[in-house]
């Protein structure tokens, strides 16, 4: 028997065999094939869906399809083969990953900053006194994007951490430990116990942009959900949220693109 060459090199099923499982949780992955690049199309199950759905996400660069429970694995497969073009359109008009090396221009607190390779001289990453805004960065060239990532993050953790304590002295809350992450799908996040956690991307938005997320989740201490009361807390000691939120909206997903 001859199998089908479009369905055979477009899609193949990987890892575990996919299960009935609660609504939003990981059932399994398939692959697929675009312009010789390997694409993962993750498969979420979700008892609230009617029907299939393909999503693609910015900021991991990959597919989400949706389905029912009761749907087979083969009407899955047969519904992403059939929507191949859709989703490689969709990741065409994505912008192009942006490399931590020398001569590119990365956001830097809302700034373009250019990369500049200075492999001669002293120091780790400093920022350049020129009128062009530059991020010097010193050594060996394969250790260049490392110490791009290093020095972010060490802006970032100093940033936030000062953003934290004065919201959370302005609320009268207290915080516990601020950790860096890189997620995806959240900004940050505030545990029970009063545990912070930030994506060290918020340093590549404009200040306003960090020190809203910061006031956010302090509110949090107040309030551990998104009650009018919880709003009332932040806007206390962020007003004009809005803007901050909008620019997210737009630009958000845009902050992962650099580094990969």
């Known amino acids: 028997m001859k199998t089908n060459p479009l369905t055979s090199g477009l899609m193949s099923f990987l890892r575990r065999p996919v299960k ?21 199309v993750i ?9 299939l759905t393909l999503r693609v996400r910015a900021a991991t660069r990959d597919v989400v399809l949706t389905a029912p429970p009761h749907v087979s694995i083969a009407s899955i497969r047969e519904f992403a083969v059939r929507h191949h073009e859709w989703v490689r ?78 919201h959370a002295a302005a609320l009268g809350v207290q915080v516990n430990r601020i950790t860096l992450r890189d997620t995806t799908s959240r900004w940050g996040s505030c545990s029970s116990r009063g545990d912070l956690s930030f994506s060290w991307r918020l340093i590549l938005a404009p ?10 989740e302090v509110a949090h201490r107040l309030e551990m959900n998104h009650s009018p009361r919880f709003w009332q807390a932040v806007d206390r000691v962020f007003p004009g949220r809005e803007r901050a939120e909008s ?12 580094g990969g």
């Open 247 to 258: 620019w997210l909206r737009v630009h958000g997903a845009s902050l992962h693109r650099y």
């Open 89 to 166: 359109v969709r990741l065409g008009r994505l912008p192009q990953t942006v490399a931590f090396e020398d001569g590119a221009l990365i956001p830097f607190r809302g700034v373009p900053h250019r990369i500049v390779h200075a492999p001669l001289a002293r120091g780790t990453v400093w920022l350049g006194a020129g009128e062009e805004k530059t991020l010097h960065v010193s050594g060996d060239a394969p250790h260049l994007a490392r110490r791009v990532s290093d020095f972010l993050k060490r802006e970032a953790r100093g940033d936030l951490t000062g953003a934290v304590q004065r």
């Open 207 to 216: 200040p306003s942009v960090l020190d809203y997320l910061a006031a956010h």
């Open 20 to 40: 009935i499982l609660q609504p939003a949780e990981e059932a399994g992955q398939l692959e697929m094939m675009l312009d010789g690049v390997r694409t993962p």
């Open 43 to 51: 498969i979420r199950r979700n008892a609230q869906a009617r029907r």
